[in-house]
């Protein structure tokens, strides 16, 4: 294990090999965590072809892998021989492994999922077959003693010991995933935002290779890169992304946004490891935590509204396109009309702080309104279907046609796909072996 202070020189990334034009055998849509993790196992796996990771921001990493919890996730929650578990319990072995070789810096702190209403007790219990079931590592239920052992601050009846949970900066390893991509020969272009996919219609410029790459990718300031095939990871835009393509908009993403309160240094006392409450079925999201960060921070929450805008961090961000998007799908509306009371109790925590405080006292009773400030926020690029149903899954999808036999996108890598990064790329990169005959 590497210790939490190892201090990192920042990694530098070499300027982008195309700068107007360019030609790959396979260009990868989106630098955030899936999409690095994919385009560097498909570079190791085929170091004769070529490959062009596109990103629309200046830098790598910037939205949901920059704005995470940080944690390294067991396989706990997960249906038992589901994709999700599966890959969950290897992505985070191999993470861990992986973390080692590169120097990455993370800390094996554990988490506690705790129960604090007798209620809870037997969801706690059957939480715990599941995670045998899924293989989690040193699992263990602990009564109120052992509780105030590992967490001498916390309250509990029972609790769900996972000592394999880990805490990293997610946006390091996404970014030392990038590094490996380079040095393997892959090419990163950055600023560079897709608005069109489609096929050529005519040879580019004082080229001799003919339609040998056959799908132009345009960016919004006119820039094309052509290929032969195209892999997209959006996130956020990944619905948009398919749309552009001519493939399905469905299952559309709804952004929601998860705003975290921060406890005071002079109070990180108070929590070790991460201390995490015992899900309940009647709501969609989790519901709020206490993690603590590599850096030595204790972010507690996140809870979880609408976000007007997909890359909206701040409560008053607004992007009228997203938000019209958003309202007028069915699926929105459904899974509004079935939690009402859960959505405004969401939001009224969000702005009264001392809501949400309450909450949480349930299982640190020690904490106080003065011991937090508000905290950082990130943006969920949840997946709904026309039912109003979380897509849970993996969404892969492609199309007919010329085009559509060209391109994978990746519609759904949910929650834990920074965990399960490296066992997703292999997925990926499976899949796109299996599409594409590579």
Request: charged letters at 25%; a positive charge; hydrophobic letters at 40%.
């Amino acid at each position: 294990m590497r210790p939490a202070g190892f201090v990192f020189q920042r990694l530098r990334f070499a300027p982008p090999r195309l700068q107007h034009r360019g030609v790959c055998d396979v260009a990868v849509v989106g630098g955030g965590i899936v999409g690095l993790a994919s385009a560097r196992e498909l570079i190791l796996r085929h170091p004769n072809l070529t490959f062009t990771l596109l990103e629309k921001e200046k830098e790598l990493a910037l939205h949901q892998t920059g704005h995470n919890s940080g944690v390294i996730h067991s396989g706990i929650y997960y249906t038992p021989g589901s994709l999700k578990a599966r890959l969950c319990v290897k992505g985070a072995s191999l993470a861990y492994s992986y973390c080692d070789s590169k120097g990455v810096p993370y800390r094996r702190c554990g988490k506690l999922i705790v129960a604090v209403e007798r209620e809870e007790v037997p969801r706690l219990k059957a939480l715990y077959e599941r995670g045998l079931k899924n293989g989690v590592k040193d699992l263990r239920l602990i009564d109120g003693r052992a509780i105030r052992e590992r967490e001498p601050y916390c309250r509990g009846i029972m609790a769900l010991d996972s000592p394999y949970t880990g805490i990293v900066d997610w946006r390091l390893v996404a970014l030392t995933y990038g590094k490996d991509f380079q040095q393997a020969g892959g090419s990163i272009v950055t600023g560079f935002e897709v608005s069109d996919i489609a096929m050529a219609t005519e040879s580019p410029a004082r080229s001799s290779e003919g339609l040998k790459y056959p799908v132009v990718i345009r960016s919004s300031k006119g820039e094309e890169v052509r290929c032969r095939y195209v892999l997209t990871c959006g996130g956020l835009y990944s619905d948009r992304l398919s749309e552009i393509s001519g493939c399905s908009a469905e299952p559309r993403i709804v952004p929601f946004r998860g705003d975290y309160l921060v406890l005071k240094p002079e109070k990180s006392y108070l929590i070790r490891g991460n201390i995490y409450p015992v899900p309940d079925p009647r709501f969609p999201f989790l519901g709020v935590h206490f993690t603590p960060r590599v850096d030595g921070s204790v972010w507690l929450g996140p809870n979880a509204v609408l976000a007007f805008k997909r890359e909206g961090y701040q409560l008053y961000d607004f992007d009228a396109k997203d938000f019209t998007d958003a309202l007028s799908f069915r699926g929105l509306q459904k899974l509004v009309l079935k939690n009402v009371v859960y959505g405004v109790g969401e939001m009224y925590r969000g702005v009264f702080l001392s809501a949400q405080v309450k909450i949480l006292q349930k299982y640190i009773p020690e904490l106080s309104r003065s011991d937090i400030i508000r905290g950082p926020s990130g943006v969920r690029a949840q997946a709904l279907d026309p039912e109003g149903n979380l897509v849970d899954d993996f969404v892969f999808d492609g199309g007919v046609g010329e085009l559509g036999s060209r391109v994978l996108h990746v519609r759904n890598a949910p929650s834990p796909a920074a965990t399960s990064s490296l066992a997703i790329a292999e997925m990926i990169a499976d899949e796109l072996e299996a599409r594409f005959s590579l």
